[in-house]
């Protein structure tokens, strides 16, 4: 069975507090992805990697930063927390190359105060 | 500007009705659309598309894609109270690995 884990369902954090979300997947994927995901909004990509120490900025990366220092772990990093990144984090991993589909964790849902 | 555009935003049926939900796209290197099916924890993948013209089926739903007109429907029969869901589109394009999504359609089905 695929599967993608995240940490935590859910977290709640203070603002100025430094988050990490720490997303893992058993399936062998070389691409992982953090959305964030907002009412109204749908999915927006935040980043997304498609190898081990290799990132690159999605749509909307300010304020956040990731690692991915082994190919099954993807981190999603708020180095100082405000109220505006409360919400939905979702990651996802796929395999490279054409057409492939994604695969999604559960979710984080983030609550900033 | 590169975009998905979902609609309706919310839709209300009953039990048995059929609802066809609209997804269009303006992206600069398509690859293929994509429809999930969002509940209370993360997307789960219903169908991929990346030919027009050729229907895609699982069950009471399925979809297809225009790619000359820029969009594509999906269609759920005989609708069921566990219909209920956010419906989210997505298109992946060439040459990077990203995905854009729509904000989803939100359908209610009553009993």
């Known amino acids: 069975d695929v599967k993608v884990t995240q940490s935590s369902r859910y977290l709640v954090k203070r603002t100025g507090e430094k988050v990490f979300l720490e997303c893992v997947q058993d399936?062998?994927?070389?691409?992982m992805f953090w959305y964030r995901q907002d009412p109204g909004l749908g999915l927006r990509l935040i980043y997304f990697?498609?190898?081990?120490?290799?990132?690159e900025k999605g749509d909307i990366p300010e304020g956040y930063s990731v690692s991915r220092e082994k190919k099954e772990r993807f981190s999603l990093i708020l180095e100082s927390a405000s109220t505006n990144q409360t919400s939905m984090y979702l990651c996802?991993?796929?395999?490279?190359?054409?057409?492939?589909?994604?695969?999604f964790g559960p979710g984080t849902r983030l609550t900033v105060t | 500007e590169d975009k998905v555009v979902q609609s309706p935003l919310s839709l209300v049926v009953h039990e048995g009705d059929t609802v066809t939900l609209n997804c269009s796209y303006e992206?600069?290197?398509?690859?293929?659309l994509l429809w999930y099916k969002q509940e209370k924890k993360a997307p789960t993948f219903l169908f991929m598309l990346?030919?027009?013209?050729i229907e895609k089926k699982s069950g009471r739903l399925s979809s297809i894609l225009d790619k000359k007109e820029l969009f594509s429907i999906l269609n759920i029969t005989a609708t069921q109270t566990g219909d209920s869901a956010v419906y989210l589109c997505?298109?992946?394009?060439?040459?990077?690995?990203?995905?854009?999504f729509g904000a989803g359609t939100r359908l209610t089905v009553k009993p």
């Open positions: 399936m062998d994927h070389e691409n």
């Open positions: 992206v600069t290197n398509f690859r293929s």
């Open positions: 997505a298109v992946e394009e060439y040459n990077n690995n990203d995905m854009r």
């Open positions: 990346t030919s027009s013209g």
């Open positions: 996802a991993s796929s395999f490279a190359g054409p057409s492939y589909e994604q695969y």
């Open positions: 990697s498609y190898d081990v120490k290799m990132k």
